[in-house]
C-alpha cells in the first residue's frame, strides 16, 4: 500500500494553501487522492496540478469563496466582525494579530477596531489567489449562488437542462424568478398530463388566460405569487423540462436554482435519488408500509413521499411538512400529478408549511422517514424555547438532526419504524450521546446502512438508521449493510450508549470485548503527556528544504514509520513564540518520546531520544505509566492487537487522544519487557529482517494479552490488507 500525505503536507510540498489542496482533491485534479472518514488522502507520489484558475473569478461566473455582499460598509470593524468576515476562530484571529498578519487600526479600552478596507483587500487577495497569507477556506454558512445537484435525479435530458440555465445565468436567480421558472415546468407537467400541447413559453399562455388546467389553477396560483417584475421573454421560458413520474424534477430544479447559502442555513441538503431508494428498500423489507401512515417531517419537494408513493396503493396515508412554503408547493403539485390527487383540501392538509419541532400535534404514525437538516442555524431565542421540550438541547451547539430524531420519535406510534438519513457521526461522537440514550432507551433498531460520502460537496460520511419504537428490548441488528457486506449483529451483544458500533460483526466485537477485558490492564488516561506538532503559520517564513543556518530537521507525519523516523529533508527555524501553534518546549525536547501519525489508517508509533521538532501531522507521545518502559508501550501501540482496537473500536482516519486513552495495556513481567524492548531495538535499528522481526514481536504481544487463537487470527486476517507502515 502506498504512503499518503494529509491536506496541511500536500499544501507544504506543492506550496500552496491548504483550502487550494482540498478544492483540488474535490475536483478530482490531484491524481488519486481520496477521502477517508472525511480526511482526504493524498499519495506522497502525486504531482501538484497545474494551475488552471482565473484571476478574475467574478468574470468567470466562478464563485467567490468569501461572500462580503451583505457586511456593513462602515469605516471600522470590531475584532469579533473581522473574524466573521474572515471565516476565523477568534484564537486564530488573535495568533495573526500576534504573527502580524492582521493588523488594528486602533485601540478603544480592550477593543481593537480594524479597517474594513484592510479585511476586505486580504478577502479580495485570497479569493483571486494572490495571496498565501491565509489558508483559503469557505464558510459554509456564508457561501452564495447556485450549484447543479446533479445526483438528485438520474434523468439526464432534465440534468443538462437545469445546467444550461446555471450557464445563462451564472451565481444568481432571484425568488421571483425562481418562482416562475417553476411555474412554467410544472405548467408543462400538467398540460402533458392532461392531454394538451406542452412546450416552452406556457406561463405566458397562463397568465394570458389561454389554459384551462382545471382544478391545478388553485396549485399554480399558489406556486406563482407575483411575476409583475419578471421578463417573461427570457429564453429559459422557451426550453421544455421533460416530465420523469418517479422522479421529483421540480424539486431538482428548485435545489439546484435555489441559493446555496439559503440551504446551508437552514441545513438543507436534498438527498440523491439512490439513497432515497436505498431507504424504501430498506423499509418495504422491514414492514409492510400498505395501510400504513406515513410522515415526513421535513419533506422539502417531497422525493422520500413519492418514492414510497410508489410501494403504496394508499397515497392518501402520505403526509409531509417542511419550513419551506416553496417546497411544500411543489409536494402538492407532484402528487396531483402523479397520483390524479384532484382533492385541494386533501393536499393542503396533507402537505403543511410549519416547524415541525414546535408545531406540536397529538398524531401519531406508523411510519416516519426523510433526512432532517444537518447543521442548522438556531438563535439563542430558539435555542431557549425548545430547551423546555425537548432533551437534545446542548448549551454549546444543537444539532437539529438530534432534535428532529427525538420529535420524530415522539410522534411514532407504538411499533412504528423511523428512517432516517443521518450524519455516520450519530452513532459515535460524544455530542451525540443523549439521543443515543433516547434511542436505545425507546427503539429496537432494524437495519442500518453506511453510504459514505454520498453528499454532493459535504464532507460527512452518512448512514441510513432504521429504528423501530417498542416498550419490549431487543438486542442486535437485524440488517447491517457496511463495507459492500451484509450481515446480522446478534441479540446477544450488548448495545453501547457510548459508542454504536455497528459498523463491526460480531466476532470482531468479540476481539475488541477481548482485549478489553483483559485483566489489569492499564491506559495512558491519566498517564502520558500529549502534544501536537508545531503549526507554524506561514511555512515559507519558517520551513525550507535546505538546513540554513539556524534551522535544525523537523519531521512530518510521513516521515513516521513503526518504531522509527526516516526525516523527509524539511528544515525548521524554530521561534516559537511567533508560531500559530506550538507546544511547550520542553516536550519537544523530551529526552524520550514517541511520535505518531496524526493522520492514518493505523497506529504507527516512532521512539525519538534525539529531541526533533515535528510538524502537526506528527504529534507527541510520552507515557508515564508506572513499572511500564517507554519501549515496551511503544511495542504495544504498533502491535496489530492494539491497530484492531483502533480500526474497529473507533474507525477514524484522525488518531484522537481520546482514542489513545482508551487503549488497553496489558502488564508484563520485567522479563517479558526485556524480552519485548530488545526486539524493539532492533527494529528501531532497521533490522534487515523486518517484517520477520515484527511478526515475532507481534507474536510475543498476543502471549502477553493472553489472546485465544480464534481472536489473534480475526485480528491477524482482518488488518492483512492494510499497510504496516514497517519501511
Known amino acids: 500500500m502506498q504512503d499518503f500525505l494529509s491536506v496541511a503536507e500536500a499544501a507544504a510540498k506543492y506550496n500552496i494553501s491548504n483550502r487550494r489542496v482540498q478544492l483540488l482533491c474535490e475536483k478530482g485534479r490531484i491524481e488519486n487522492a481520496q477521502m477517508i472518514s472525511g480526511v482526504w488522502l493524498i499519495p506522497a507520489s502525486a504531482k501538484k496540478p497545474p494551475d488552471g484558475r482565473k484571476r478574475k473569478a467574478f468574470e468567470n461566473n466562478q464563485m467567490p469563496l468569501f461572500d462580503v455582499g451583505m457586511m456593513d460598509f462602515n469605516r471600522h470593524l470590531s475584532f469579533t466582525d473581522a473574524c466573521e468576515m474572515l471565516s476565523i476562530s477568534h484564537a486564530t484571529g488573535r495568533n495573526w494579530i500576534k504573527l502580524g498578519k492582521l493588523i488594528p487600526d486602533r485601540e478603544d479600552g480592550k477593543q481593537l477596531y480594524f479597517l474594513r478596507d484592510d479585511i476586505e483587500k486580504i478577502l ?54 425562481l418562482r416562475a421558472i417553476l411555474t412554467n415546468y410544472a405548467l408543462q407537467f400538467i398540460c402533458g398530463k392532461i392531454g394538451q400541447a406542452a412546450i416552452g413559453n406556457m406561463l405566458g399562455e397562463y397568465l394570458k388566460g389561454e389554459l384551462d388546467i382545471g382544478f391545478f389553477d388553485v396549485l399554480i396560483s399558489d406556486l406563482l405569487g407575483d411575476v409583475s417584475d419578471v421578463d417573461l421573454s427570457s429564453g429559459v421560458f422557451e426550453t421544455t423540462a421533460k416530465y420523469v413520474e418517479s422522479e421529483d424534477t421540480l424539486g431538482f430544479i428548485y435545489i439546484s436554482l435555489m441559493n446555496i447559502g439559503m440551504r446551508k442555513a437552514s441545513g438543507t441538503y436534498y438527498t440523491p435519488y439512490k ?183 459535504v464532507q460527512c460520511p452518512a448512514i441510513i438508521l432504521g429504528a423501530e419504537k417498542s416498550r419490549y428490548k431487543a438486542n442486535g441488528v437485524d440488517e447491517v449493510r457496511a463495507n459492500g457486506e451484509s450481515y446480522r449483529i446478534s441479540s446477544n451483544r450488548q448495545i453501547n450508549v457510548e459508542r454504536l458500533n455497528f459498523h463491526v460483526k460480531d466476532e470482531q466485537q468479540d476481539c475488541i470485548d477481548a482485549l478489553t477485558n483483559i485483566p489489569g490492564c492499564r491506559t495512558l488516561s491519566d498517564n502520558a503527556k500529549f502534544a501536537l ?20 530537521p523537523v519531521l512530518k507525519g510521513s516521515d513516521v514509520k513503526k518504531f ?164
Open 124 to 177: 479580495h487577495a485570497v479569493t483571486n489567489g494572490d495571496s498565501n497569507v491565509l489558508n483559503r477556506r469557505r464558510n459554509k454558512k456564508k457561501a452564495s449562488g447556485i450549484s447543479l445537484y446533479e445526483n438528485y435525479i438520474s434523468c439526464k435530458y432534465n440534468i443538462d437542462l437545469v445546467s444550461n440555465i446555471i450557464i445563462e445565468y451564472g451565481t444568481s436567480i432571484s425568488p421571483a424568478l
Open 275 to 457: 439513497v432515497v431508494n436505498r431507504l424504501v428498500e430498506n423499509l418495504i423489507k422491514t414492514v409492510d408500509i400498505i395501510g400504513k401512515s406515513v410522515l415526513d417531517p421535513c419533506c422539502g419537494s417531497g422525493n422520500f413521499l413519492l418514492a414510497i408513493g410508489e410501494k403504496t396503493d394508499t397515497p392518501e396515508m402520505i403526509y409531509g411538512q417542511d419550513i419551506d412554503l416553496v417546497a411544500v408547493k411543489l409536494v402538492r403539485i407532484s402528487f396531483a400529478l402523479k397520483y390524479g390527487i384532484t382533492d385541494v383540501d386533501f393536499l393542503f392538509t396533507h402537505f403543511t408549511c410549519a416547524d415541525t419541532l414546535t408545531s406540536f400535534t397529538e398524531n401519531s404514525f406508523d411510519i416516519i422517514v426523510g433526512n432532517p437538516p444537518w447543521g442548522g442555524e438556531l438563535t439563542k431565542e430558539q435555542t431557549s424555547n425548545l430547551a423546555m421540550y425537548y432533551r437534545t438541547v446542548l448549551k454549546n451547539g444543537t444539532e437539529t438532526y438530534n432534535l428532529f430524531t427525538e420529535r420524530s420519535l415522539s410522534l411514532l406510534s407504538e411499533n412504528g419504524i423511523l428512517a432516517f438519513v443521518l450524519p455516520e457521526a450519530i452513532l459515535n461522537v460524544a455530542a451525540h450521546s443523549t439521543i443515543r440514550n433516547i434511542l436505545i432507551s425507546e427503539c429496537n433498531f432494524r437495519f442500518v446502512c453506511y453510504l459514505g460520502n454520498v453528499f454532493s460537496g
Open 533 to 552: 506538532g508545531i503549526v507554524t503559520g506561514d511555512n515559507a517564513a519558517y520551513i525550507s528544504d535546505v538546513c540554513h543556518k539556524g534551522y535544525e
Open 564 to 727: 522509527r523516523v526516516e526525516a523527509g529533508g524539511k528544515y525548521i527555524r524554530f521561534v516559537p513564540q511567533s508560531f500559530q501553534q506550538v507546544a511547550p518546549t520542553e516536550l519537544y525536547r523530551a529526552p524520550e518520546k514517541l511520535l505518531y501519525r496524526f493522520i492514518c489508517e493505523n497506529l504507527v508509533f516512532a521512539y525519538d531520544n534525539q529531541q526533533i521538532l515535528s510538524l502537526n501531522s506528527c504529534n507527541i507521545l510520552i507515557p508515564q505509566i508506572s513499572g511500564m518502559d517507554i519501549k515496551y508501550i511503544l511495542a504495544i501501540l504498533n502491535s496489530r492487537a492494539a491497530s484492531f482496537f483502533f480500526a474497529y473500536m473507533f474507525k477514524s482516519i484522525k488518531v484522537l487522544r481520546s482514542q489513545l486513552e482508551q487503549i488497553p495495556i496489558p502488564v508484563a513481567s520485567d522479563n517479558e519487557q526485556t524480552q519485548i524492548i530488545g526486539l524493539v531495538d532492533r527494529l528501531i535499528d532497521g533490522d534487515a529482517n523486518i517484517a520477520g522481526l515484527y511478526d515475532e514481536l507481534d507474536d510475543c504481544i498476543m502471549s502477553i494479552y493472553d489472546l485465544s487463537n480464534v481472536t489473534k487470527q480475526t485480528i491477524t486476517t482482518s488488518l492483512s490488507k492494510r499497510n504496516l507502515f514497517l519501511t
